[in-house]
């Protein structure tokens, strides 16, 4: 079974609005941590959110936002008032403290910001 | 925020020959160190886990002999390609476990792009 499932392989959005994206899990863990990271062109992994398993309130970051739905085991990510640089890969990515704490990355999905 | 170097960015190299890429943590020190390898259009996946003076940890289905990896230091880990070929070709990716404004997390460095002729 996956790990990590992201479903949407590829989406547009228009800029300025807000998108979301999908991203499940697996695990039997009750200690982990869920990531998002954004890849542009030039392939660098940013890291833009994190979502322990404990923790009680959703993170946000600026523009980001994580919509953690722990007995659907979903951590979408939300990017609020999309911009141009916005498009890029967004990975989501689950770090088991069984597994040694090492991030499984989930397929990505790709987003397009169109003007 | 924790800075990860990559180096060299991108390389190209003839089948057969052998290829070090350098891994550094700029500003901060990383017990662990992870490589990567991501082909076109495709996730990362996971190669080996490095820790500063122990033998690294290889995912399976990764040759240990093919893909060395050092990590003398608490800012320093290397992946050496070993007699590479076409199908080593691709894009390398080490990150390093350290603090960030959400707790400990993992930074990635701007990769390496291997490219065999």
């Known amino acids: 079974a996956q790990k990590i499932t992201q479903t949407q392989p590829g989406m547009f959005v228009q800029e300025k609005e807000a998108v979301t994206l999908d991203c499940t899990y697996d695990?039997?863990?009750?200690?982990?941590?869920l990531f998002w990271y954004k890849q542009p062109s030039s392939g660098e992994m940013i890291f833009l959110i994190y979502?322990?398993?404990?923790?009680?309130q959703n993170a946000t970051e600026g523009r980001y936002s994580l919509n953690f739905q722990k007995a659907r085991k979903s951590a979408n990510l939300v990017i609020s008032a999309s911009q141009l640089g916005d498009s890029a890969m967004y990975f989501c990515?689950?770090?088991?403290?069984?597994?040694?704490?090492?991030?499984?990355f989930g397929g990505g999905t790709r987003v397009l910001v169109k003007p | 925020g924790a800075v990860v170097s990559q180096h060299p960015s991108w390389v190209i190299c003839k089948s057969g020959t052998s290829v070090k890429i350098e891994c550094r943590s700029l500003?901060?020190?990383?017990?662990?160190m992870f490589w990567y390898r991501q082909f076109p259009k495709q996730s990362l996946m996971l190669m080996a886990t490095?820790?500063?003076?122990?033998?690294?940890?290889?995912e399976q289905g990764v040759e240990k002999d093919k893909f060395l990896i050092n990590h003398a230091s608490l800012t320093l880990s290397t992946l050496t390609v070993t007699s590479a070929h076409p199908e080593d070709s691709s894009f390398y990716i080490c990150?390093?476990?350290?603090?960030?404004?959400?707790?400990?997390?993992?930074?990635f460095g701007p990769g390496t792009r291997l490219l065999v002729l």
């Open positions: 990515a689950m770090r088991e403290r069984a597994a040694g704490n090492k991030l499984t």
């Open positions: 695990t039997s863990d009750p200690s982990y941590g």
């Open positions: 990150s390093a476990r350290g603090s960030g404004p959400s707790g400990e997390t993992q930074y």
């Open positions: 490095s820790n500063e003076g122990s033998k690294a940890t290889y």
């Open positions: 979502q322990g398993s404990y923790d009680q």
């Open positions: 500003d901060f020190q990383a017990t662990t």
